[in-house]
């Protein structure tokens, strides 16, 4: 499929998606929006992909949504259109693993664009921010609720009433980001990362990547339960007959996503 905003690439098992509006710092447009979501769709469907990778460039993750395209749209635009929904949401509701790489600025949508994948790599440039306060609106796409469970109420609400940008190393102190890598190795580093993901068996990945966000949206006694009944479907599987016995033969095992 031709897209105009985005590239997508595919490296033996992972999916890459690539935002590709250099001019704009990869602003979030409508157009860019709807090309993810359908590169989303595609890898999500292919049964020959195991993990994904969302990256943009060396300078910029994602500069936010477009300001230009929202800054003519009226409070009947924007409701009726229901702004913000289905096509963003579409990182946050894929089953199989998502890993944002992050170089250069995460900055409104671009940040909540990034906390909706399942974890964050980020590059030594990498700056996190929440700035739709300085131009009048506030995070519309989870980042007054994701980035506070990510990095506590004090940070989350002094970066939402400022503006204040983070760079990878407080973000990382922060819990924001799974570990930092040089600029230049970024994109390697995430496939290598979702290479290795990728190689598991899908189900189980999916099934831990499903009940690590459980932990987000119910109480520990619920959460353990849901994580202990997943765990008991795994042994209904035959990757978990194959990835026992492969430990107790000393030798790789060989899943078949069954
Ligand atoms: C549209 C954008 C943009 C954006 C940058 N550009 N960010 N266009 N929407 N969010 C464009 C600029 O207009 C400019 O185009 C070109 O990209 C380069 O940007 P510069 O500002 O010249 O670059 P620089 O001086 O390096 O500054 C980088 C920056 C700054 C600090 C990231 O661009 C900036 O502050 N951007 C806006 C960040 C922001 O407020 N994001 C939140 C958006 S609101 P021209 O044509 O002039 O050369 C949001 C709401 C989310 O995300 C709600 C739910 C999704």
Known sequence: MAYENILVEVHGKVGVVLLNRPKALNALSKGLVRELAQALDAFEADPEIGAIVLTGSDKAFAAGADIKEM???????????????????????????????????????????????????????????QPEITIGTIPGAGGTQRLTRFVGKSKAMEMCLTGRMMDAQEAERAGLVSRIVPVDDLKDEAIKTAGKIADLSLPLTMMAKESVNRAYETTLAEGLRFERRVFHSSFATDDQKEGMAAFVEKRQPDFKNS
């Open 71 to 129: 800054s003519g749209k009226s409070y009947m635009d924007v409701y009726m259109e229901d702004f913000i929904t289905v096509d963003w949401e579409r990182a946050a509701g894929c089953r199989k693993p998502v890993i944002a790489a992050v170089a250069g600025y995460a900055l409104g949508g671009g940040c909540e664009l990034a906390m909706m994948c399942d974890f964050i790599l980020a590059a030594e440039n990498a700056k996190f921010g």
